[in-house]
T-cell receptor, first 114, second 107 residues
Framework: GAGVSQTPSNKVTEKGKYVELRCDPI?????LYWYRQSLGQGPEFLIY????????DSGLPNDRFFAVRPEGSVSTLKIQRTERGDSAVYLC????????????FGSGTRLTVV | DAKTTQPTSMDCAEGRAANLPCNHS???????VYWYRQIHSQGPQYIIH???NNETNEMASLIITEDRKSSTLILPHATLRDTAVYYC????????FGTGTRLTVIP
């Protein structure tokens, strides 16, 4: 597609539930990044993929968070046993490859845990 | 793990040049300087990046000091639509955002 697509744009879930957030990167981009952004803060790095493998997952806050990219294109961020503190905008970005290229960001998924 | 220092906020008169400074004294040899901006409720937008030479594109110019410890983003003729949070980031394979500079362009 022309840009990075994230679905859903908004998600409200109850505390303790499981959620999946999807990211469709720009076609041909091998690097894919997940960030989350809380109100008034800059985006916080979570994980990035180069191809199918997670090249750096050091930003995932705990083991309730997991991300996959099985075919090297679409990625899914999975959050188990959601907590109210997980409420944020989750941003996805892609670039032709990791390093020395600018990223193109999607519009994000606003997750609200009630 | 932001490794840059930026002013919290700046104002600029419409039509004038906006000069946004950034200090990155711990930059290492393989790290680029990137600039992004974020308009309310949207994802960050890539502006420009550079390694050690000054760069210019249709949006802005990036001036990097010779020692690479600081840089300045220049928007040559600021418009009201340039009001946004501007992030200066240094990185190689992945980027860590700080809290940025909130630029307000005043009519």
């Amino acid at each position: 597609g022309a840009g990075v697509s994230q679905t859903p744009s908004n998600k409200v879930t109850e505390k303790g539930k499981y959620v999946e957030l999807r990211c469709d990167p720009i076609s041909g981009h091998t690097a894919l990044y997940w960030y989350r952004q809380s109100l008034g803060q800059g985006p916080e790095f979570l994980i990035y993929f180069q191809g199918t493998g997670a090249a750096d997952d050091s930003g995932l806050p705990n083991d309730r968070f997991f991300a996959v990219r099985p075919e090297g294109s679409v990625s899914t961020l999975k959050i188990q046993r959601t907590e109210r503190g997980d409420s944020a905008v989750y941003l996805c970005a892609s670039s032709p490859t990791a390093g020395r290229f600018g990223y193109t960001f999607g519009s994000g998924t606003r997750l609200t845990v009630v | 793990d932001a490794k840059t220092t930026q002013p919290t906020s700046m104002d600029c008169a419409e039509g004038r040049a906006a000069n946004l400074p950034c200090n990155h004294s711990t930059i290492s040899g393989n790290e680029y300087v990137y600039w992004y901006r974020q308009i309310h409720s949207q994802g960050p937008q890539y502006i420009i990046h550079g390694l050690k030479n000054n760069e210019t594109n249709e949006m802005a110019s990036l001036i990097i000091t010779e020692d690479r410890k600081s840089s300045t983003l220049i928007l040559p003729h600021a418009t009201l639509r340039d009001t946004a949070v501007y992030y200066c980031i240094i990185g190689a394979n992945n980027l860590f955002f700080g809290t940025g500079t909130r630029l307000t362009v005043i009519p």
